[in-house]
């Protein structure tokens, strides 16, 4: 026969679940809702510590001369997943190099996704379109060209390349600590649209950091074990990492093609704290 102790302790956690259950509603409330989301973090500009730099450089940048760019496919070569089976590093590098372009205000023209342009073509070309009643006419040399694009990939993501771990257990209290390094890294080039020569070749990498901390009890008292812990981890965002060597290459790259001077809006972050970074540019 099952102990009465046992049949008090089970329904005290049924009883525990379905108390955790009452604050949700089971009918919409009047916005269609079961329950209101948590978290009132504001929408903020998603900026980096070079973000002030390509802020800088666009006052500083001459206003005429300035090229057309088109951002190509910046891919990830690392080849890593995750156990649940994405991808480890961010595939959209090359919305963040345009969204940093467009920080300098450099002029843009689309290259990266022409499916609505390429429609729209085609329904103008089959008289499908018109504009206030006239069908739309297809004028050649209506669109844009570009004068230089940038292309490249992110091609390191390499883990643990340093660790540390400390542990002190002393009469059922313990402590331990753990971190960790990692580093990821960028190479992009920019190249002349009409003859194709590359003009700039810009490689950064950034490491970046892991930690976590753990302290916990650990006590017999008579049949009972006490067991109680607490953590804290972080690692620090991967893919902002990402858009900050991005930023980094845009300036980099701006000031190469106006044969700037790397003190004009030098990043407030020192590039040997910040990144690694190998430069070599033709800035005829």
Same mark, same amino acid.
Not at 141 to 147: A, H, K
Not at 213 to 221: D, E, K, L, S, T
């Given at each position: 026969?099952?102990?009465?102790?046992?049949?008090?302790?089970?329904?005290?956690?049924?009883?525990?679940?379905?108390?955790?259950?009452?604050?949700?509603?089971?009918?919409?409330?009047?916005?269609?809702?079961?329950?209101?989301?948590?978290?009132?973090?504001?929408?903020?500009?998603?900026?980096?510590?070079?973000?002030?730099?390509?802020?800088?450089?666009?006052?500083?940048?001459?206003?005429?001369?300035?090229?057309?760019?088109?951002?190509?496919?910046?891919?990830?070569?690392?080849?890593?997943?995750?156990?649940?089976?994405?991808?480890?590093?961010?595939?959209?590098?090359?919305?963040?190099?345009? %969204?940093?372009?467009?920080?300098?205000? !450099?002029? #843009?023209?689309? $290259?990266?996704?022409?499916?609505? /342009?390429?429609? @729209?073509?085609?329904?103008?070309?089959?008289?499908?379109?018109?504009?206030?009643?006239?069908?739309?006419?297809?004028?050649?040399?209506?669109?844009?060209?570009?004068?230089?694009?940038?292309?490249?990939?992110?091609?390191?993501?390499?883990?643990?390349?340093?660790?540390?771990?400390?542990?002190?257990?002393?009469?059922?209290?313990?402590?331990?600590?753990?971190?960790?390094?990692?580093?990821?890294?960028?190479?992009?080039?920019?190249?002349?649209?009409?003859?194709?020569?590359?003009?700039?070749?810009?490689?950064?990498?950034?490491?970046?950091?892991?930690?976590?901390?753990?302290?916990?009890?650990?006590?017999?008292?008579?049949?009972?074990?006490?067991?109680?812990?607490? %953590?804290?981890?972080?690692?620090?965002? !991967?893919? #902002?990492?990402? $858009?900050?060597?991005?930023?980094? /290459?845009?300036? @980099?790259?701006?000031?190469?093609?106006?044969?700037?001077?790397?003190?004009?809006?030098?990043?407030?972050?020192?590039?040997?704290?910040?990144?690694?970074?190998?430069?070599?540019?033709?800035?005829?």
């Amino acid at each position: 026969m099952t102990d009465a102790s046992g049949i008090r302790a089970a329904l005290a956690a049924c009883g525990m679940l379905l108390a955790a259950g009452c604050g949700v509603a089971t009918e919409p409330d009047a916005s269609g809702r079961y329950a209101d989301p948590i978290g009132t973090a504001p929408v903020i500009d998603n900026r980096t510590p070079y973000s002030d730099e390509l802020d800088c450089l666009r006052a500083e940048l001459p206003q005429s001369g300035r090229p057309r760019i088109a951002v190509g496919n910046i891919v990830d070569y690392t080849g890593k997943f995750d156990r649940d089976g994405g991808r480890r590093v961010t595939q959209g590098a090359s919305l963040m190099a345009i %969204s940093a372009l467009d920080r300098m205000g !450099m002029p #843009l023209v689309e $290259r990266l996704d022409n499916s609505v /342009a390429e429609a @729209e073509l085609k329904l103008a070309n089959n008289n499908l379109i018109g504009d206030g009643g006239a069908v739309r006419q297809i004028r050649a040399g209506s669109l844009m060209g570009s004068d230089i694009f940038i292309v490249g990939g992110i091609t390191e993501l390499n883990y643990n390349i340093g660790s540390v771990a400390q542990d002190a257990f002393i009469d059922g209290v313990g402590v331990s600590g753990n971190a960790y390094v990692m580093n990821i890294a960028l190479d992009l080039r920019v190249v002349d649209t009409d003859s194709m020569r590359v003009l700039d070749v810009v490689s950064y990498q950034k490491q970046i950091l892991g930690r976590e901390i753990r302290a916990g009890v650990f006590q017999f008292f008579d049949d009972t074990v006490f067991d109680l812990s607490v %953590s804290e981890r972080a690692l620090e965002p !991967m893919q #902002l990492a990402v $858009r900050a060597m991005i930023e980094r /290459a845009a300036g @980099e790259m701006a000031r190469s093609l106006f044969s700037l001077t790397s003190e004009v809006c030098a990043p407030s972050t020192e590039p040997e704290a910040a990144a690694s970074a190998t430069h070599e540019g033709d800035q005829t």
